[in-house]
């Protein structure tokens, strides 16, 4: 049996994405995204956990990305978690996980 890395989401767009189009026209969409999870607590009262997930798309996905998404969008998103570090100016190792999305979908919301 075999691993498999994949992850899905739906959840809210936190900014606008940011796209970068390479000197090839090939692009790249940097986005995130908040997902809710809505829960009740021992005590009974109502409380939520929001979470910040950071998305990249490639290639046509980033196309897609650039034309149909904004800020707020409600999306669904499927992809495989990648994490990479870097060491940032001070010599501080820095931890980045992020989704590379291999499909999205802009959702409409329900009443």
């Known amino acids: 049996m075999s691993a498999i890395n994949r992850v899905q989401l739906t ?3 936190g900014n606008n994405p940011e796209i970068k189009t390479f000197e090839n026209g090939g692009k790249l ?3 995130s995204m908040a997902t809710k999870e809505e829960y009740t607590t021992r005590s009974g ?3 939520a956990d929001t979470q910040w997930h950071y998305v990249t ?3 046509k996905i980033a196309e897609q990305v650039e034309s149909e998404l904004k ?3 409600f999306v669904s998103i499927e992809g495989r978690l990648v994490t990479r570090n870097y060491t940032d100016k001070n010599g501080q ?3 980045i996980t992020e ?3 291999n499909d999205v979908v802009l959702n409409q919301k329900s009443a």
């Open 99 to 101: 989704i590379i999305a």
């Open 93 to 95: 190792k820095k931890y």
């Open 45 to 47: 009262e109502k409380a």
């Open 71 to 73: 800020k707020g969008s």
């Open 29 to 31: 969409a940097k986005f």
């Open 57 to 59: 798309a490639w290639g």
């Open 11 to 13: 959840g809210n767009l």
